[in-house]
């Protein structure tokens, strides 16, 4: 085609060509699944899963995104077979909740409360809950977070409709998705305006979602790699003789910005396996990809089958 004697590339041909180029680069999990397998062959399997997004599919109501009795039986049989993990923005009880299996590791609130199985806790008897936190890094942040939460429910909340402040104990998620898209610019202003009497606290975004948490060094990423040496492989993954069992294979599977840190801690480690969930090419350090929470199930299975082979 051509125009002023230039040759003109419809949009639609622009937008498919980078898609190739980018599946090219991230290729399907499913797709890829046998060289993965061999790439994990006399390695142990450790599975990471991320909730919203990758478990269950985003919905409008945070409060209403959970997952089917299909996924939750795929992720019991990956459990059953592997050590495995949810990582979530979510505070650690609701995502429990959500998910419903107890023999799992829960690192909520973006992996500053971490869980372990609590079934075997659980026949103990006495103090389960106590027994099974493993890791909350963020801990002194808790009154600070309780007096953030409270202004951001006044201050955005109160204000602009359409607004959910999500109180997820070791930070807090400002919603946007129900807010009039030309009010988006308004939460954004006054989240910062609350946060300027919380320099301790930083600002990140997700879908459709603004994140309030503790500014430490800690992320997902830190999470996958404490959950790594507590489960007894080494967290660098660097091959040093240092007593700890290098040989994890850790698939790790997310849909959001705040997973890229966990895709950066195994592209560091040069073994292992990022998947990001996204129907769209998106930046991201995962070396795979999966539609959607569809085929996360699907790939869950698979990985269920091939161990049982
Ligand atoms: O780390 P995740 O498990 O992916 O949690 C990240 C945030 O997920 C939830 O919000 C997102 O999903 C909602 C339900 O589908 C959707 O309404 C919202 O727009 C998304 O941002 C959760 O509610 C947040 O607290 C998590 O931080």
Redesign the pocket.
């Known amino acids: 085609m051509t125009k002023h004697g230039a040759v003109v590339v419809p949009e639609d041909a622009v937008v498919a060509a980078a898609a190739v180029g980018w599946m090219e680069k991230h290729p399907s999990a499913l797709g890829k699944f046998e060289a993965l397998a061999a790439a994990a062959k006399g390695k142990r399997i450790v599975v990471f899963l991320?909730?919203?997004?990758?478990l269950?599919?985003?919905?409008?109501?945070?409060d209403r995104?959970v997952m089917t009795d299909e996924m939750r039986d795929a992720v019991r049989g990956v459990a059953a077979r592997f050590p495995t993990a949810i990582v979530?923005?979510?505070c650690r009880d609701k995502?429990l909740s959500f998910v419903g299996l107890e023999e799992l590791y829960y690192a909520g609130s973006?992996g500053m409360d971490i869980q372990g199985p609590t079934n075997a806790a659980a026949s103990k008897g006495g103090e389960e809950e106590e027994e099974s936190v493993l890791c909350q890094p963020a801990r002194e942040f808790l009154p600070m977070i309780g007096e953030a939460y409270a202004a951001l429910v006044e201050k955005v909340e109160g204000v602009i409709p359409g607004a959910k402040v999500?109180n997820?104990k070791f930070c807090l998620?400002v919603?946007f998705?129900r807010v009039d898209e030309r009010r988006w610019g308004a939460v954004a202003d006054q989240v910062r305006a609350v946060l300027r009497g919380y320099p301790r606290l930083r600002l990140t975004q997700?879908?459709?979602?603004l994140?309030v948490r503790p500014a430490i060094k800690w992320d997902k990423g830190e999470a996958l790699r404490f959950l790594l040496s507590a489960l007894g492989f080494s967290a660098a993954g660097d091959g040093e003789d240092d007593g700890d069992d290098d040989d994890a294979f850790p698939i790790y599977i997310?849909?959001?910005r705040?997973d890229e840190d966990a895709f950066r801690v195994l592209r560091a480690r040069g073994h292992g396996a990022g998947i990001l969930v996204s129907r769209f090419p998106k930046d991201t350090c995962a070396s795979f990809s999966l539609r959607d929470p569809g085929e996360v199930k699907d790939f869950l299975r698979k990985l269920v089958t091939c161990a049982a082979a």
């Open positions: 991320d909730y919203d997004g990758t269950s599919p985003i919905v409008e109501d945070p995104a979530s923005g979510r995502v973006h999500e997820n998620s919603h998705r997700g879908r459709k979602v994140e997310g849909d959001d705040t």
